[in-house]
Every structure is written in C-alpha cells, then in structure tokens.
C-alpha cells in the first residue's frame, strides 16, 4: 500500500467488488466504488462525517483554509469565497489564463524538447498569481514557486502514514521546509498588509477576500484567516491544475487521431486569434477532452471521510471511527461505469451513461471544489492555446506513470519535445 497505492486499491477492487474492507490493527478501512452510497455519505449523511486525513501537520500551510477547516468555520469561509468564483467573474480570470499560456510559448521553438509537467507548474502558478494579486505577482512567482515546490514534497510525505514523525526530526528537509513556509508568509502578508494600508479595491481574488462580508454578522474576515484561504488557493489552483494539464498533454500525445480532431475545432472555432474564454462554450470538444483526462487520470485520486457514529446505508454498515475511502484513479476506471475503461475516448462524454457519483474529479457535498469553474476554464483555455501553436511528442524512452502521493504526479516526469503548427 505504501510503495504503490493506486496499484493496491485497485486490486483491493477487483477482489473484493464495489465495496472493500481493509483492517489495519483496530481501525476499519472501506473502499467504496458504489455511486449511491458514495452519494449517501457525501451528501445525505454528510454530516455524520469529517474529512480525513485531517491533515493536522499541513495547518502550517493551510491553516484554517476550505481544504483543512470543518464546519461551522468551512460553511462560513465557503459562503464568503464564493462570489469570487461566480460565474460572471471566470470570464475576468480566462483572460489571465490566454495571457500568461501566450506568455509561456513566447520562447518556445520547433524542435525544443522541455519537461511538460515543469513547464505547466510554472504556467498554473502564474495565472493562479496573477488572478490573487494582480500586479503584486510579476516579481514575487518565481520565488513562490521555489519555496512552494520545497513545503510540496514535504507534505507528499505528511500525509502518509509516518508523516507526523518527520516534523518533530531535526532533519534537514524539515528544516527547509520550515524555512519555505516563512519565506511564504512573508510574501503573502507582505502582499496584505500593503493592500490594506493602500486602502485600494482591485478587481482580483485578494481583492474579493479582503471586502467579504459574513451575510449574518457583516464581519470580514482576519489577516490570519485570508492568509490562510490565500495559500489554499496557491496549492489547490497550481498543483492539482498543472498535474490535470500534464496527463492530458500526455493522453493527447499518445491518441493522434483525437489531438487532431481537437486542433480541427480550434481552427473552426478561433481561426488564428488566441482562444479566449468567449470561445470556452464553443470549444466543446476540448471540453470532452479534459473531462476524459481527469477521468483517467484524476489529480485528486482519491478522498476520505472518517465515521464520527456508526454509518448504516441500506445492508452496509460501518462502526464509529470507520474510513471510508473513494478512491477515484479506481472510480473512474470501473469497467461497469466507464465500458473500455483504459480507453482514452473523449466523445464517451457526448452522451454520458456513468451513474452522478462514479465521476468525482472535483469531489463532492459540501465540500464540491470551490474552484471547479474556474478550473474548467484554465484546462480548457490552456489546451486551446498550447494545441494552436504546438503539438507535443514524447521523447524516446520516456516511461510515464502514475505516483499517487498528495496529487496524482508523472512519477517520472513528462518529456516531450515541441513540434510547431503551421511552420
């Protein structure tokens, strides 16, 4: 389980069927693939649960962000965000992601090779930037990145099942990522407390956080608390969004006669001009194309609640302080939701037949990503982009594979050299 976890769950699914049991000492594990109790426990049941794993040891990043925080403080945090991520607002943001997707290919060349997962991380990272802080971000995201790549591989490892011991080591990657938490702080206070004495109303996401307002109490929320939903922000829409472009980036390569069907409906639709978000309802089968990627390869793979009494759905039963997992890079590839699950097949999705709750690439409940709008943009821009310009080709010898640790990772990276349309 600890050295292949993807590996692991999906024999635990295939031997056992929709649900798995799994006993570790005296804790009750259950592996659930089956979409109505899937849904029961996310929503109908919702409330007999907490998330888990906690995630108690990544509060020094998260701290009582929408990832990390449980109810009351989560209902109260997600109301005040969500105008940010209305609908009339992803238009502002999609063209942020033209943008900065132009700006990276401005130094690409016929023939280049790069590493796609690399170059992705840098692009998600700047449009994720760009969106909080506007003009603040221009100088401040190559440091960002530095110290956010260093506090990533440390919590890929506090998740895990030795995770709590590493922090209470004097070991030298703990001692970095300590240091790469200040140095964030220091950005991002330093970005709130000049916003604040400034007094000035910009139209970003740092902007709407700072003038929410509780509809019951007419508060605002603290320096800490924005401080806290702002680096929740910088993880959820950088690492998840730069791991969903690289599997598609790879699917894509590996599947000709879809990326060519996708490059034909950019031409028809955008003709020459950057795709911009006007352009998102008509990209329809770039849409296809990044809901398959995530079915396949979900960047969220998997979610679990924690039994707070004991759980009863139908003739299943869970005691107190059962796990429930839902592991969704399984899920997603169940022959009985998904007919030829390991076939990349983008029009599967022209009409759709899996059951609500087979496909959960943004979880679900209470908890559905915030961001899941936002996050359909930015895949969907970003692939128009890149595919208008580029195509991608793997380069020889280059074995990609799933590591399942905080997202779903290319274990080995995605190698690719850069073939220029039209030239």
């Known amino acids: 389980m600890i050295q292949n976890p993807l590996r692991f769950f999906a024999h635990l699914a295939d031997s056992q069927g929709l649900r798995a049991h799994l006993k570790l000492g005296s804790r009750n594990f259950y592996l659930i693939n089956e979409p109505e109790l899937i849904r029961d426990m996310l929503i109908t049941q919702g409330a007999a649960f907490e998330k888990f794993p906690r995630i108690e040891r990544t509060k020094g990043l998260f701290g009582e962000g929408l990832l990390t925080s449980e109810d ?7 109301r005040l965000m969500q105008p940010a991520f209305q609908r009339e607002r992803i238009a502002g943001y999609g063209r942020i992601m033209t943008r900065c997707t132009q700006t990276l290919m401005a130094d690409w ?52 099942p030795w995770g709590p011991l590493l922090l209470d080591l004097p070991l030298p990657a703990s001692r970095r990522y300590r240091a790469a938490l200040a140095k964030l702080d220091e950005i991002v206070y330093g970005v709130i407390d000049a916003r604040l004495a400034s007094g000035e109303e910009r139209d970003d996401l740092l902007g709407m956080l700072l003038s929410a307002r509780d509809a019951d109490t007419g508060e605002r929320m603290d320096r800490l608390q924005i401080r806290d939903e702002v680096m929740t922000i910088f993880v959820a829409g950088h690492e998840t969004a730069a791991n969903a472009l690289a599997w598609t980036l790879y699917l894509l390569a590996t599947n000709p006669d879809a990326r060519t069907e996708m490059e034909a409906e950019i031409s028809r639709v955008v003709g020459d001009r950057p795709p911009g978000p006007e352009d998102f309802p008509n990209l329809a089968y770039c849409q296809r194309v990044f ?3 995530m079915r396949m390869f979900p960047p969220v793979w998997i979610l679990g609640r924690r039994a707070l009494a004991p759980y009863v759905y139908g003739d299943f039963s869970a005691p107190k302080g059962s796990i429930l997992l839902v592991c969704m890079a399984v899920l997603h590839r169940r022959a009985e939701f998904f007919p030829d699950p390991d076939r990349f097949w983008p029009d599967r999705w022209l009409e759709p037949t899996a059951p609500k709750f087979a496909y959960l690439p943004f979880g679900g409940g209470g908890r559905l ?9 930015e895949g969907v821009l970003c692939l128009a982009n890149l595919a208008q310009r580029f195509r991608m080709e793997l380069t020889a010898g280059n074995k990609v594979e799933p590591l399942g640790m905080l997202t779903l990772r290319p274990k080995n990276g995605l190698r690719v050299r850069l073939i220029a349309r039209g030239e």
């Not at 009351?72 to 997600?78: K, M």
């Open 72 to 78: 009351p403080t989560h209902l109260r945090q997600r």
């Open 109 to 160: 060349r016929d023939g280049q090779e790069l590493e796609a997962t690399e170059a992705m991380s840098r692009l998600t990272l700047e449009i994720v930037a760009r969106s909080l802080f506007t003009t603040e971000a221009g100088d401040k995201a190559a440091t960002i990145a530095h110290e956010l790549e260093i506090v990533l591989k440390m919590l890929n490892q506090l998740v895990m």
């Open 291 to 293: 809901s398959e990627s």
């Open 369 to 377: 990503c915030i961001g899941e709008r936002y996050a359909w943009m």
